[in-house]
């Protein structure tokens, strides 16, 4: 890498050269011819070289992320894993030492169609403890929608793309990829708490605002084949409480072409619905709707057991307002 350090060594070089000259030293003609090409040597030389200079670093630093980040995990063994993890704690230390430099060519890989899947996870997490920029976090964010769910631990997966959905991003396209793994699930121990794919879709929405999800979760859910993914879509969108989720969900229960399974769960969904409505409150909220629907959004910031018990009681309140 032409870094700070190697431009030095060239510059040294050159300044070594011409002490060695006596010729040099004495000639006032080589000294003019010198002063004239110093002379030439102009702002926009500067610039080409700078810009070749910036160029050098990126293709170096490409270069390490392609030696760093050639393998997937989980094709991988626990000694091959453990090998691993060694390389990317030096270039996750390398890059943190040298960030005036590294930085920017992080950013610059991250935003390449061809990066590595991995590093496309491993990449982001590393700017996102760089940095805490909106730009970066959606840099982050994009290139995580290209990383491989098998090569992750699905929790913190779960956990990195939340606190973007609390950060008030668009996490829609990365939310949906656990739709791809029926098995997907979350472990927080700090409340000794499992949230399975049906949980985990709707900690990773809810937070965020119904605009950025709400349309493209209802068309998923007529185009999705998995029956465990028809009813993490049909959950959210009930937990959505609008007239339009409540208006696909009693769509979806009566298409005849969806697995009976599905929509057996969406009868259920209409149901549960219809009660939560009837049921009488304890006390009469005076908050409106849409100051409820913010209330749901701030509480599913908070990836608890307390929060899923406060959630129920805050659902009532939330359809005896709606749906709108």
């Given at each position: 890498?032409?870094?700070?350090?190697?431009?030095?060594?060239?510059?040294?070089?050159?300044?070594?050269?011409m002490?060695?000259?006596?010729?040099?030293?004495?000639?006032?003609?080589?000294?003019?011819v010198?002063?004239?090409?110093?002379g030439?040597?102009t702002?926009?030389g500067?610039?080409?070289?700078?810009?070749?200079?910036?160029?050098?670093?990126?293709?170096?630093?490409h270069?390490?992320?392609l030696?760093?980040?050639?393998?997937?995990?989980?094709?991988?063994?626990?000694?091959?894993?453990?090998?691993k993890?060694?390389?990317?704690?030096?270039f996750?230390?390398?890059?943190?030492?040298?960030?005036?430099?590294?930085?920017?060519?992080?950013?610059?890989?991250?935003?390449?169609?061809?990066?590595?899947?991995?590093?496309?996870?491993d990449?982001?997490?590393?700017?996102?403890?760089?940095?805490?920029?909106?730009?970066?976090?959606?840099?982050a964010?994009s290139?995580?929608?290209?990383a491989?769910?098998?090569?992750?631990?699905?929790?913190?997966?779960?956990?990195?793309?939340?606190?973007?959905?609390?950060?008030?991003?668009?996490?829609?396209?990365?939310?949906?990829?656990?739709?791809?793994?029926?098995?997907f699930?979350?472990?927080?121990?700090?409340h000794?708490?499992t949230?399975?794919?049906?949980?985990?879709l709707?900690?990773?929405?809810?937070?965020?605002?119904?605009?950025?999800y709400?349309?493209?979760?209802?068309?998923?859910?007529?185009?999705e084949k998995?029956?465990?993914?028809?009813k993490?879509?049909?959950?959210?969108?009930?937990?959505?409480a609008?007239?339009?989720?409540?208006?696909?969900?009693?769509?979806?229960?009566?298409?005849?072409?969806?697995?009976?399974?599905?929509?057996?769960?969406a009868?259920?969904?209409?149901?549960?619905?219809?009660?939560?409505?009837?049921?009488?409150?304890?006390?009469?909220?005076?908050?409106?709707?849409?100051?409820?629907?913010a209330?749901?959004?701030?509480l599913?910031?908070?990836?608890?057991?307390?929060a899923?018990?406060?959630?129920?009681?805050?659902?009532?309140?939330?359809?005896?307002?709606?749906?709108?």
């Amino acid at each position: 890498m032409i870094g700070i350090d190697s431009r030095r060594v060239i510059l040294d070089r050159f300044g070594d050269n011409m002490k060695g000259n006596s010729q040099w030293r004495s000639s006032r003609t080589i000294h003019s011819v010198l002063c004239r090409l110093l002379g030439a040597f102009t702002s926009a030389g500067f610039l080409v070289l700078s810009q070749s200079l910036a160029a050098a670093q990126i293709t170096s630093f490409h270069e390490r992320v392609l030696a760093t980040y050639n393998f997937s995990p989980h094709s991988l063994s626990k000694e091959e894993i453990s090998a691993k993890s060694k390389l990317l704690d030096a270039f996750w230390a390398e890059v943190k030492a040298n960030q005036a430099i590294d930085l920017p060519a992080l950013r610059e890989e991250l935003a390449r169609p061809d990066a590595p899947a991995f590093f496309e996870f491993d990449g982001a997490k590393l700017l996102l403890s760089l940095s805490k920029s909106r730009a970066d976090e959606i840099i982050a964010l994009s290139a995580i929608s290209h990383a491989d769910l098998a090569d992750l631990q699905s929790t913190d997966y779960f956990l990195t793309v939340h606190a973007m959905s609390v950060d008030g991003l668009n996490t829609t396209t990365v939310a949906l990829k656990i739709l791809e793994n029926d098995k997907f699930q979350a472990y927080i121990p700090q409340h000794a708490l499992t949230l399975d794919q049906e949980m985990c879709l709707a900690y990773l929405l809810l937070p965020t605002e119904e605009r950025f999800y709400l349309t493209t979760i209802e068309q998923r859910l007529f185009q999705e084949k998995s029956v465990v993914a028809q009813k993490s879509l049909l959950s959210v969108l009930g937990d959505t409480a609008t007239k339009q989720g409540d208006a696909a969900i009693a769509r979806f229960a009566a298409d005849a072409s969806q697995p009976e399974q599905a929509r057996a769960y969406a009868r259920t969904i209409m149901g549960a619905t219809n009660k939560m409505t009837d049921l009488p409150l304890v006390g009469i909220s005076t908050k409106s709707y849409e100051s409820l629907k913010a209330e749901q959004r701030q509480l599913f910031a908070r990836v608890s057991d307390e929060a899923l018990s406060d959630w129920y009681h805050l659902r009532l309140k939330i359809r005896h307002k709606g749906p709108q």
